[in-house]
């Protein structure tokens, strides 16, 4: 139990459609990170927020977008969707001041 | 871009044995790190490596941080059946930096 949440816990969508999948951080933490996890693979950095702004993207295109709010929830939206979008895509939570990183539990994404 | 080679990529093994798996990565990493992922979670931190050849251990996992920066490896002793999962190595430049992360190692356990 990481205090890291994650919602929905699973999504079926078809192509073209637009998600958002939500992120409740661990209480005091200030940082948030999302990965994609495709099957079989290991997770893939998409961005990161810190008190709001985003302050690293990974290699993914502009249709993946992000939030983070005053209270360090976090959301992902993506855009136009595409099959190889199907993962698991996972939000991990830190302190400013700590490198450790706890994830959620993910939000697992079928793209029809 | 930046690419870390676990191996292997999965090991069947009988119970009480031990296990090894490493990591090998074409550019320096400053940080390691080893994580397990069980079936409908994310993964969790088993170790953390910072320094050049520092050896870690944590219960009956041990880790280390190559010399060259490069490389690691984790070693499991005397297995149970709750390590089965798949096992990932990690690595960082820098501590706000993203996180890099193998494909992963799956632990089978014989019964």
């Known amino acids: 139990e990481t205090g890291v949440t994650q919602s929905p816990t699973h999504l079926i969508k078809t192509r073209g459609q637009q998600v958002t999948l939500r992120c409740s951080s661990q209480s005091g933490h200030n940082t948030v990170s999302w990965y994609q996890q495709a099957l079989g693979q290991g997770p893939q950095f998409i961005f990161q927020y810190y008190r709001e702004e985003e302050n690293g993207r990974g290699n993914f295109p502009p249709r993946f977008s992000g939030l983070q709010f005053p209270n360090y929830s976090s959301e992902l939206n993506v855009n136009a969707l595409e099959l190889d979008d199907s993962a698991l895509y996972l939000c991990?939570?830190?302190?400013?001041?700590?490198?450790?990183?706890?994830f959620g539990p993910g939000t697992r994404l079928l793209v029809l | 871009g930046q690419q870390l080679n676990q191996s292997p990529q999965s090991m069947f093994i009988q119970e009480g044995e031990d296990v090894s798996m490493n990591c090998t990565s074409s550019s320096i990493f400053n940080t390691w790190l080893w994580y397990k992922q069980d079936p409908g979670e994310g993964p969790v931190l088993l170790i953390a490596l910072y320094k050049a050849g520092e050896l870690t251990s944590n219960g009956r996992l041990t880790a280390q941080f190559g010399i060259t920066r490069k490389d690691s490896f984790l070693n499991i002793s005397a297995s149970i059946p709750s390590d089965v999962g798949i096992y990932f190595c990690a690595g960082q430049r820098n501590r706000d930096d993203k996180i890099i992360f193998g494909k992963g190692t799956r632990l089978h356990i014989l019964p």
């Open positions: 991990a939570s830190r302190s400013g001041g700590s490198e450790t990183q706890y």
